[in-house]
Nanobody, 128 residues
Framework: QVQLVESGGGSVQAGGSLRLSCAAS????????IGWFRQQPGKEREGIAA??????????VYAASVRGRFTISQDNAENTAYLQLNSLKPEDTAIYYC???????????????????WGQGTQVTVSS
């Protein structure tokens, strides 16, 4: 079965940066769907970045709250996805999760319900 493990969280000052990693095992589909989500204190979990990549196409999508500051990427050789967090703000404090899905629809998605596999989360704390 698919297993996802996030790492790279921690505590930083406002304006700082972190890079989160999501290591996947057992995820051998030719087309990959990865999403990054976060849950801020007292709020619902929200999608913030996602990509799909296949043999001939791919795409990425970002939530407005992080666009221009966060960047999603992957290392296919290591079967690892990344989320680069720059210009961090206190409101970015949250538990960050990566997710993956089975499927054949060639599009990225920030919709939580389409993802079937989830990591345990990693805490990001941004202080002012």
């Amino acid at each position: 079965q698919v297993q996802l493990v996030e790492s790279g969280g921690g505590s930083v000052q406002a304006g700082g940066s972190l890079r989160l990693s999501c290591a996947a095992s057992g995820y051998t589909y030719s087309t990959k769907y990865i999403g990054w989500f976060r849950q801020q204190p007292g709020k619902e979990r929200e999608g913030i970045a996602a990509f799909y990549t296949g043999r001939r196409s791919g795409s990425t999508v970002y939530a407005a709250s992080v666009r221009g500051r966060f960047t999603i990427s992957q290392d296919n050789a290591e079967n690892t996805a990344y989320l680069q967090l720059n210009s961090l703000k206190p409101e970015d404090t949250a538990i960050y999760y990566c997710a993956a899905r089975d499927g054949s629809t060639l599009t990225s998605s920030l919709t939580e319900g389409v993802y079937g596999y989830w990591g345990q989360g990693t805490q990001v704390t941004v202080s002012s």
